[in-house]
């Protein structure tokens, strides 16, 4: 075990969905406890800005190409990435999208994208990098899911589903590949913004009602999943396996809003 806690020197971690939001938040906590970085996006070239903030960090970093509902550019990606530092350790599985309507409005297509990119993606991107882990019997394996793998929301339907799915499909990749020394956990962020509802935070009196019902009194800041994703990229969560870790300010314990006071 190394002397310090959670370095994470001399592995080599990649991040999928990385060219904004969490993505980018991940790659630097990660970079910050010693790793090397390797990034992908739809197109690589929306990583430049972020791949030389990694540099400036002292760690190497690779920019590749990657849509997740395409399974060749999967395959690609997956060679790539242990072609570019010679191994690949660390996995956060971050890519996804949404789409907000009404259940009676939701479309084929809508319900299409969403599960293709958050469940199916997710499963092919943590198959195809473990064939790359199993060999060298270690790995972990981070999916990010949400608060909505244990909750459901209205107007959320193939998200909750896909992240529900998420949740399940970590606990069956985790009993597979646990003996090979690759653990598989699912990182639950609750309530944070991003580019997918940065609209819904404009709305003061939701991001009020949102807070009220948070124990800790605010939604969630990038930050507050550092220490989470590096544990459990670490050698320190070695016997932490299947789980779905919630950084949510404690929104799951079931807090409702307080009746105002007249």
Known sequence: ?????????????????ASRGLGQYFGRAL?????????????????????????????????????????DSIQQMAEDA????????ILVNNAGCNVRKNSMEITWDDWNLVLDTNLRGTFFVAREIAKHMLPNNYGRIINIG??????????LAPYCASRGGTKQLTMSLADEWG?????????????????QNAVMYEDEEWV????????????????????AVVFLASEESRYLTGQTLLIDGGITTGATRATPKK
């Open 146 to 155: 949400s608060v909505t793998s244990v909750f459901g929301y209205a107007g």
């Open 1 to 17: 075990m190394s002397e310090k806690f959670f370095d994470l020197s001399g592995r080599v971690a990649l991040v999928t969905g």
């Open 31 to 71: 970079a910050k406890a010693g790793a090397d970085i390797i990034v992908t996006s739809r197109k690589k070239e929306d990583l430049a800005e972020f791949a030389a903030e990694i540099e400036g960090m002292g760690r190497r970093v690779a920019c590749l190409d990657l849509d997740v509902r395409n399974f």
């Open 208 to 227: 009020s009602y949102l807070s009220d019902r948070i124990p800790v009194k605010r939604p969630g800041q990038p930050n507050d999943l550092d220490g």
């Open 179 to 195: 003996p090979h020394g690759v653990t598989v956990n699912c990182l639950a962020p609750g309530w944070f913004k991003t580019a």
């Open 82 to 89: 242990a072609s570019a530092f010679g191994r690949i350790d």
